[in-house]
């Protein structure tokens, strides 16, 4: 398991290796911190400067160290607002979004934070209470 907040406080992605297949990690599961043609939005919790800053340090320290051939298997694709710009396919690999995916190839932590927290889609109608419920789980 990866701790990688960002989109939330307490998001993590699940790396899974398969040992008869080798050492080397086969995919992960990125829930909502890195999606295909996207990335997670920052602004669920509050603090989207903030949240911003610590999804680009996960990213970068956690995610981009990974091979290139680890498939990554994203909680949403189009359509959900859970980010913006989310690709309909349901899986890629860290390498392919290196290459393509936009909020990747920003460098720069305070870029990062301005390309994430400057197009925010509006939060979902039933936030607070979905984010009461996920609590109080």
Known sequence: ????????????CLLVTDKRRGEQ????????????????????????????AMLFDSIHSKLL????????FPGHQAGSVCGAGLSGKPSSTIGFEKRFNI?????NKEE??????????????????????????
Do not use: C, Y
């Not at 160290?65 to 990554?72: G, H, K, N, R, Y």
């Not at 909020?103 to 460098?107: D, N, S």
């Open 25 to 52: 990690p086969w995919f992960v599961i990125t829930g909502d911190t890195l999606f295909v043609g996207a990335i997670g939005r920052p602004d669920l919790a509050g603090g989207e400067q903030a949240m911003a």
């Open 65 to 72: 160290s990974l091979p290139d051939e680890v498939e990554i």
């Open 112 to 137: 990062f934070m301005k390309l994430l927290t400057s197009e925010i889609p509006p939060r979902p109608a039933e936030m607070d209470r979905m984010v009461a419920a996920n609590i109080a789980a």
């Open 103 to 107: 909020g990747l190839k920003v460098t």
């Open 1 to 12: 398991m990866l701790h990688t907040p960002g989109h939330t406080l307490d998001s993590v």
